[in-house]
């Protein structure tokens, strides 16, 4: 009977053994490697002056350009500011970050619509355009006391209704106004 179970332990550490090797050299990334992917992926932006923050995409580059916020997809098919105005209307708050983001955009909007504000924000808006190019052009503007954060985004319409919709979905839902300017 003894040396039956010396034998079963014998066979299990060689079949747990065989299992570690396995396992450790399958290409499964252990926990350590998973848990800095997360960190990687999860990249949080704030504004220097803190009026606003976000989490940008996996692939998505930042990058600050005269008081705005610049951000491109991963295949550069999709662009979005990130543009803090001065107080005034809504409306006149995302043709003015228009101005300072994209002065080649002309266009006169399509659609106007009231979305459902997030605290701290008094009103949100989103104002839509088009173009005969299949370039789609929306602005979103979340107005608070004293200023208004715009986000902008111009794409193709494949790429914004395709693949690069997952991460603008990720920068309009984690924008947050930080309070009042």
Not at 14 to 37: F, Q, R
Not at 167 to 173: K, R
Request: include cysteine.
């Amino acid at each position: 009977m003894r040396n039956a179970m010396i034998l079963v332990g014998l066979w299990i550490g060689i079949i747990l053994t065989a299992y570690s090797v396995v396992y450790v050299n399958s290409g499964v990334p252990n926990p350590v490697e998973i848990s800095a992917l997360v960190r990687i992926a999860s990249r949080t932006y704030t504004d220097p002056d803190g009026r606003f923050e976000l989490v940008l995409p996996p692939g998505w580059q930042e990058k600050e350009e005269g008081g705005a916020l610049h951000l491109t997809g991963p295949l550069e098919e999709v662009e979005a500011w990130i543009v803090p105005v001065a107080d005034m209307a809504a409306v006149r708050a995302i043709e003015t970050a228009w101005e300072a983001a994209d002065p080649c955009l002309t266009r006169s909007y399509d659609s106007f619509s009231e979305m459902e504000p997030v605290n701290p924000e008094l009103r949100r808006v989103r104002i839509d355009y088009s173009a005969p190019d299949r370039t789609l052009c929306y602005g979103i503007a979340r107005v608070v006391r004293g200023g208004t954060v715009v986000l902008l985004v111009k794409g193709d319409i494949d790429p914004l209704q395709g693949r690069a919709s997952d991460g603008i979905a990720l920068i309009e839902e984690t924008l947050t106004v930080r309070g009042e300017f």
